[in-house]
């Protein structure tokens, strides 16, 4: 057996202050991205696309941006809540070495998707699915990843210029850290803990444990 795979995928983390604004190597990049594009899709629709943005300015709008959205989710915490989330950083977005933007078209493929017809949210899942394998592919390179979801769609769309019939689905801070942390942010700073495995498996009905695992 193989272990590189599992391996990523327990060594993944969500990265924001452990950047270290190295430019990344194209060559590496091209396999990120490949790994990317590479994701399953219904009905081979691939409706995702990859804005890269480097672009010092478009940075500093959108970080500003962020900033106003952590404020106003602070401002709906109660005191011991607040305190924990003061210790927590949410973005990495002038730290990382580029920013990428993956989008969701909605119309690629349409009207007649396969696969699409009973629930229409099986696009917006296929670009999750692109997203997890440029997770995995940029881990696998030795780089971190933070996906920042403190903004509005309509910030971002005008702010890079995507179509209005096209989704920005995430803003993810890509490029080389320091390191990776061994405990994900949100756990080691008394957000929430993971679940165990056990709890999230039930067996034929909801609520029945499944006794192998």
Known sequence: MDTGLYD????RRDVRREFTGE?????ALRRVLDAAHAAPSVGMTQPWDFLLVRDADLRRRFQAHVATERQV???????????????????GVLGSSLGVVVTYDAGRGAPAVLGRHAIADTGLYSTCLAIQNLWLAATAEG????????????F???LLGIPEDVRPVAWLCV????????VPDLERHGWR?????????????????????
Do not use: K, M, N, T
């Open 143 to 154: 780089w971190g990843v933070g996906w920042v979801s403190f903004y509005r769609e309509p």
């Open 73 to 91: 989710f602070d401002a709906g915490l109660d005191a011991d809540r607040a305190a924990v989330f003061s210790r927590i950083s949410v973005e």
């Open 175 to 182: 490029g080389p850290v320091a390191q990776l942390q061994e």
């Open 156 to 158: 971002l769309r005008d």
């Open 193 to 213: 803990s993971r679940r165990p495995l056990a709890d999230a498996v039930h067996a034929d009905r909801w609520g029945a444990p499944a006794a192998d695992v």
């Open 8 to 11: 990523a995928i327990h060594r």
């Open 23 to 27: 430019p990344v190597d194209p060559a």
